[in-house]
């Protein structure tokens, strides 16, 4: 970071009357974040995302000298917050003005430090963000105001199916227990209506250290005795003891449902959030024709 720093000491500007001028500029630690800021501003600006690959981890992801240039000259940066994406928070601190404008996810969320980071799977969030993204490029482009609010709304519009699915799928979940391999669609299973059996197990997942011989021999007993809906697997980050547990969910016929921690990039956040709830519709579906 102070080679960021260094770096950072020729490029700082004053952003606040450029927006007008040029367009706003948005930097976007996640994709679908980039996603929700693209639909608002139309050609009114512009749109960097750092995170695009799902196959870099964020929480690991290490910033360069051109991202941080990108920061220094953004308006707006969208952040998850909440540790997920701290680099982003230090690279805005180390930019050493205080134009920048920082929508921090977890903060519009009333989330503290220490809640689970994986704010995206909740069905609610994009269409907060919008409306938080249209109020933040308004105040800084009054002139595009109305054509901000009316491209959010048509985004909001789009994303209203989401919640509706939600609450389909919770008529009929009937508070079930499920179990997970790390906690990045718990905030989806909670609107659904399903509890999550799973913390240690799930937790020890997430850290990248071994779940305790309890936590592996209870979640191995929810399994074979049928005590668990389905098991959701982070189809990202296997490990022996997540397969393990997929293999005999498979053996004992509980149904898996697969997940990603990020965006893939061939989808929109709609599709890949859909995508994965209609797999717990199914699993539902399938259980009431059986019954």
């Known amino acids: 970071m102070v080679v960021l720093s260094l770096g950072l000491s020729g490029c700082r500007t004053q952003t606040t009357t450029s927006a007008r001028q040029t367009g706003i500029h948005v930097v976007a630690s996640l994709n679908f974040c980039g996603e929700a800021a693209r639909k608002i501003l139309g050609n009114d600006g512009t749109v960097t995302t750092v995170i695009n690959s799902p196959s870099v981890d964020p929480e690991s992801f290490e910033p360069d000298i051109a991202t941080a240039k990108k920061v220094a000259r953004a308006n707006v940066v969208i952040q998850n917050g909440l540790g997920y994406d701290s680099w982003m928070q230090r690279l805005v601190a180390a930019n050493g003005h205080s134009d920048i404008q920082v929508l921090n ?85 909670s609107a659904m209506g399903y509890r999550v059996s799973d913390g240690h197990f799930a937790q020890a997942i997430e850290e990248d250290s071994d ?12 399994i074979r005795h049928h005590k668990i809906a389905f098991f959701v697997e982070n189809t990202q980050n296997s490990s ?32 890949w959030m859909t995508s994965q709830y209609r797999q717990v519709l199914r699993i539902q579906q399938e259980a009431r024709s059986q019954s």
């Open 105 to 189: 996810l977890g903060n519009l969320v009333g989330r503290k430090m220490g809640a689970n980071p994986h704010l995206w799977s909740d069905p609610l969030l994009m269409a907060q963000m919008t409306r938080q993204l249209v109020r933040q490029f308004s105040r800084l482009d009054p002139q595009h105001a109305a054509a901000f609010a009316r491209r959010g709304q048509a985004y909001e519009r789009q994303l209203r199916a989401l919640p509706r699915l939600a609450q389909q799928i919770k008529r009929h979940a009937n508070g079930q227990q499920v179990a997970v391999s790390e906690p990045v669609f718990d905030l989806a299973l």
């Open 211 to 222: 779940p305790t011989p309890a936590d592996i021999t209870q979640l191995a007993a929810q």
């Open 240 to 271: 022996k003891n997540v397969t393990t547990m997929v293999n005999l969910a498979r053996q004992y016929h509980v149904p898996v449902v697969k997940v990603t921690e990020t965006k893939p990039i061939d989808q929109s956040y709609l599709t």
